[in-house]
């Protein structure tokens, strides 16, 4: 499809990528307060929702629409220094630039470690996540110490990606989170050979519900019931 | 390019706004306010002496109920108990201790909760403190929660616990190995009479109070290649006369002898006199002259049975 | 010889006919495991924390209760038990509250009811202050009560513990506990566990010897407070009548003579052997064993209970009269038992459950009766053991299966005619003397009404656990797998070594 010839926005980003976007930022969000204050059956209940979101978009990055896909935004190292270095000038790109690429991967990476180790970890008395007892205690206690260790590991790669799409916005002038929710850019933000195809979100809501569904069994493999 | 910054003004507001962030959680959260301020060399971590009333009265209870919880593996409530730093730093709510006093110190209400309640500390499932326990901790509260004082007054006994002696199997197969076929002989010869004094003793054990007359003299001293690791006898009823006088007087390392209803007299326990490791004595219904026993009491040994035992 | 040949024959070819294809296969499968169980148990790791690799208390089956040396160095090389059945109260003997003296009386308040179960208190009984005046007595000051006034001499080589706590209620549960490391049935005994691990230095007497006074043998949780449970049944407790035969029938019937019984014997062990070499079962082997030790019993026990041969003052001084079944003789037999080399050596006296229902168990009358058929019995038991050496290396333990309420019970919710108090699992008083007990101490408190502990609470495996210290043994390595697991006196609760109690 070729980007639309009215004055009016270009659509780049679809609907369950944006909605996953968010969504993700309010299950940190959730996560954290709810461990901070010991509200471990929330914890448990949005930690379990990471996990599906985040299969889908592993799912969705093979199978979504274009600038949903790994192919599109993921870049080798030698791409992404030299854009960091600034070759490309002050070009746009209709998904994620290759920072922001990279960005995404590593998001994505160190969320699965959290919602992993999570899954195994137990606060010494009364809580434990779903699979904390097929491990011995020594593992669990371990693994729960990466869990504490990876939130910090999170918090700043969240200062990091703040701090660049700020940078985006401020200094470059490009502004990258309106159409995280609207979903447009600016036809003249859209490179012309773009070519993006969408895939329906009816097959995304498919690919939540199978997530989903491994979510609930990874749960369930511990002998928890929901 | 009206609304942009310039790329040095952004990150200069970045960097600000991180240190704000900083600052502000320093603030909000005292304990990692003080843990940053620390590492940065701005306020001296708080130390605790080795041989302080801390270290080896205070910091233990910690660690034994504690730390699985408040330390390096997990943080609860962002509070550390693994060292005396960490301790005055105090939790994400503030300060757990407040030196001087006890009743005030978050720390010292919930170890004084009782078990039912919810925000006991420790958290039923965990081993409880013990009563002395929790006065040990408020005594030492109150008495300035102090990292060098040594004693605090008033402040209960501390309990030693029993150590089992661990198995050393090499160290008992060689200290038994000289004298091995010595003993392995008199066990076969005579069965039940001499024993090691346990699995991981190269001492021995005579006792041949079951034998009656059957043991005398002879028998006795036909031990003698093992003297020196013979550390009880008893010849109660048996046959020994004072002839082995020199033979029991002579064992290095004798600590418990029976003598009792055997044909032993007074001038064995005179020869006996010069042992230097007996400890303990049973003479039943031997005739003994006074001073001898007052001797023999002198050394410290004990002295059982003597006039009136039948 | 040539009937005797044939009748070898006649004998070989009974054996081969008695081979069957159940035999065959029988062997061939087990053969076929024993391959597999001993390369899977020579991978499986030691379960024990630490690397102390386990115990082996294997011997010669044919001699099973051979002495095997303990872990470490022991303090106490044998252990005489005074179990005092039914509890004697400690309100009474030890343990004194002048506080609950003076609240004597009173409704009992309603924080020492509220949810718990009694074994026969309802509704709101009065409290009960001590009957019987207490004093301090010998060098250490130990508080006792009038009551016992022998006992009181020996008070300076006591080891008081008032704050004994259990979780039984009911008396035969609450024994079986005291004496198996658990409430139900099928534990092996305290005696049966510490003549497994250390045998029995006098092979012509059991190692384990139970005496029983004021009351049929079966009283309460009966038998099974001194049998082997999953141990091998030659470490049970063989329980001594102290009038007349020392075991029932172990006497020849009046027209065998020895010689004859000899001769029975050796064709019994014929058979038994013959037996042995077809099946291989151990179990013969041990049973072989016993028979002749009771043939070797015959002589050696009717000597060692016989305490005629005791001098007269020594009979005064324990009060023992020969010919009657008491406490007194059961505690002169334990000495002479002791002497002999037997290594746990038990005894039960009946009767101090003061519920205050019939008149004889009441406060006022049962407990005084039976303070006077023990008190005596038990210091000149003690006095005994030291005056012969013997205290320093045995351990003596008194006490009963749990304590009594501070509440006047009221069965039914009645005032009671006579003075007495419920069963009180809450704390009881215990004491040990012997080698390796710091004398003259009180361990423990309990609070000022007698109701909690409110000191250094000891469990019934604490004790345990110490007295197993005592004889040389980490309570956790005396153990013996069974039902997948490496059962322990001390059951699978961790237990503590009551160190503040140890010289």
């Known amino acids: ?226 | 390019m009206s609304g942009r910054l310039s790329a040095s003004a952004y990150f200069c507001s970045v960097a600000l706004l991180t240190l704000a962030g900083f600052a502000l959680a320093m603030f909000v959260r005292p304990a990692f306010g003080h843990s940053m301020l620390q590492w940065m060399g701005l306020e001296s971590v708080p130390q605790a002496e080795a041989r302080s009333f801390y270290a080896t009265r205070v910091s233990p209870l910690f660690e034994t109920h504690c730390i699985s919880c408040h330390g390096e593996k997990r943080q609860k409530a962002g509070l550390r108990l693994d060292s005396y730093a960490a301790l005055l730093r105090g939790s994400k709510h503030g300060a757990v201790i407040r030196p001087g006093e006890a009743r005030n110190s978050e720390l010292f209400m919930r170890i004084d909760l009782p078990a039912s309640d919810a925000r006991a500390m420790p958290p039923s499932g965990k081993t409880p403190l013990t009563p002395d326990d929790v006065t040990v901790i408020r005594l030492w509260i109150a008495q300035g929660a102090s990292g060098v004082r040594r004693t605090i007054p008033g402040a209960p006994q501390p309990v030693p616990e029993v150590k089992i002696p661990e198995d050393a199997p090499a160290l008992t197969e060689k200290l038994r190995t000289p004298l091995a076929a010595q003993v392995r002989k008199v066990q076969r010869e005579h069965p039940g009479i001499l024993a090691y004094q346990s699995r991981n003793s190269a001492w021995l054990e005579v006792n041949a109070s079951l034998r009656g007359a059957a043991f005398g003299d002879a028998q006795l001293q036909a031990l003698a290649p093992l003297r020196a690791r013979i550390v009880q006898v008893d010849i109660s009823g048996s046959s020994v006369t004072d002839a082995s006088a020199p033979f029991l007087a002579g064992m290095p390392s004798l600590q418990v002898l029976r003598l009792g209803g055997s044909r032993i007299t007074n001038a064995t326990l005179v020869a006996l006199e010069q042992s230097k490791s007996l400890r303990s004595l049973t003479i039943g219904d031997i005739q003994t002259g006074e001073d001898t026993l007052a001797s023999l009491r002198k050394k410290h040994i004990a002295i059982f049975g003597g006039a009136g035992v039948p | 010889m040539m009937e005797s040949k044939r009748g070898m024959h006649q004998l070989d070819l009974a054996r081969i006919q008695s081979q069957t294809r159940r035999h065959f296969l029988g062997w061939g499968t087990g053969g076929l495991g024993a391959f597999f169980l001993n390369s899977a148990l020579a991978k499986s790791p030691s379960h024990l924390a630490g690397e102390n690799a386990p115990l082996d208390f294997t011997r010669n089956p044919a001699t099973p209760l051979s002495v095997l040396p303990p872990e470490f160095a022991a303090k106490v090389k044998r252990v005489i038990y005074l179990h005092m059945g039914g509890s004697p109260s400690q309100l009474e003997l030890f343990d004194y509250k002048p506080t609950l003296a003076r609240f004597h009386g009173h409704d009992c308040p309603e924080s020492f009811l509220k949810g718990k179960r009694f074994a026969f208190i309802q509704g709101v009984p009065k409290l009960l202050g001590p009957m019987f005046p207490f004093h301090r007595a010998g060098k250490s000051g130990t508080w006792i009560s009038d009551r016992l006034p022998h006992l009181e001499k020996a008070i300076d080589d006591l080891c008081v513990i008032k704050s004994m706590k259990t979780d039984q209620f009911n008396h035969a549960p609450a024994q079986l506990l005291v004496h198996t490391g658990d409430a139900r049935t099928g534990h092996a005994s305290l005696g049966s566990w510490v003549t497994y691990g250390l045998g029995s230095e006098n092979q012509n007497l059991p190692g384990f010897i139970v005496l029983i006074s004021n009351g049929g043998t079966t009283a309460n949780a009966g038998k099974p407070l001194w049998g082997s449970g999953f141990l091998p049944s030659v470490y049970q407790g063989v329980s001594c009548r102290s009038a007349g035969e020392p075991v029932l029938y172990l006497d020849n019937p009046k027209s065998v003579s020895r010689a004859e019984r000899r001769q029975v014997l050796d064709a019994v062990d014929e058979i038994n052997r013959q037996s042995y070499d077809e099946f291989g079962n151990p179990e013969t082997v041990t049973r072989i064993a016993q028979y002749e030790m009771a043939f070797r019993m015959q002589l050696e026990a009717s000597d060692a209970m016989d305490i005629r041969r005791e001098p007269k003052a020594v009979l005064e001084r324990y009060g023992a009269e020969p010919g009657k079944t008491s406490y007194a003789n059961n505690c002169l037999v334990a000495r002479r038992l002791a002497e002999r080399g037997v290594r746990f050596i038990q005894l039960y006296h009946w009767g101090w459950d003061s519920h205050g229902t019939p008149v004889d168990k009441g406060l006022n009358v049962g407990l005084v009766g039976r303070c006077k058929e023990t008190d005596q019995p038990t210091a000149a038991l003690l006095a005994d053991l030291k005056a012969r050496g013997l205290l320093e290396d045995t351990l003596v333990v008194w006490g009963g299966e749990f304590g009594r309420t501070p509440m006047w019970e009221n069965r039914g919710g009645q005032e009671m005619e006579f003075i007495g108090r419920d069963h009180h699992p809450n704390c009881f008083t215990m004491w040990l003397a012997g080698g390796g007990i710091k004398k003259g101490i009180s361990h423990g408190e309990t609070d000022d009404m007698g109701y909690d502990i409110a000191r250094n609470p000891v469990e019934i495996r604490d004790l345990h656990a110490t007295m197993l210290y005592l004889l040389g043994f980490d309570y956790r390595r005396l153990n013996y797998p069974y039902q997948g697991l490496d059962q322990k006196l001390t059951g699978v609760k961790p237990a503590r070594i009551v160190s503040e109690i140890l010289a």
């Not at chain 1, 379990?48 to 979504?64: K, Q, S």
């Not at chain 1, 779903?130 to 990876?150: N, W, Y």
């Open chain 1, 1 to 226: 499809m070729s980007p639309d010839p009215s004055p009016t926005h270009v659509r780049v980003w679809d609907l369950p990528v944006r909605l996953f976007h968010w969504s993700i930022v309010l299950l940190i969000a959730v996560s954290w307060i709810s461990a901070d204050r010991g509200y471990m059956q929330v914890h448990l209940v949005s930690g379990l929702t990471l996990l599906a979101l985040l299969l889908f978009r592993i799912a969705w990055g093979v199978l979504g629409s274009t600038t949903a896909r790994f192919r599109d935004f993921l870049h080798p190292p030698g791409r992404i220094i030299g854009y960091l270095k600034g070759r490309d000038g002050d070009k746009w790109y209709a998904g994620h630039n290759p920072a922001g690429g990279l960005m995404v991967a590593a998001l994505i990476l160190v969320l699965l470690t959290q919602v992993g180790t999570g899954l195994f970890a137990n606060d010494g008395v009364r809580f434990h996540g779903p699979l904390a007892l097929l491990v011995s205690e020594d593992t669990s206690t371990r693994l729960t110490g990466i869990h504490g260790f990876v939130f910090d590991l999170i918090l700043v790669l969240i200062w990091c990606h703040i701090v660049a799409v700020g940078f985006y916005l401020l200094v470059k002038g490009h502004n990258l989170i309106g159409p995280m929710v609207t979903g447009k850019k600016r036809p003249e933000h859209v490179p012309p050979d773009s070519n993006l195809i969408f895939v329906r979100s009816y097959i995304a809501l498919l690919l939540f519900a199978v997530s989903a569904g491994i979510a609930v069994w990874v749960m369930a493999q511990g002998g928890y019931a929901l």
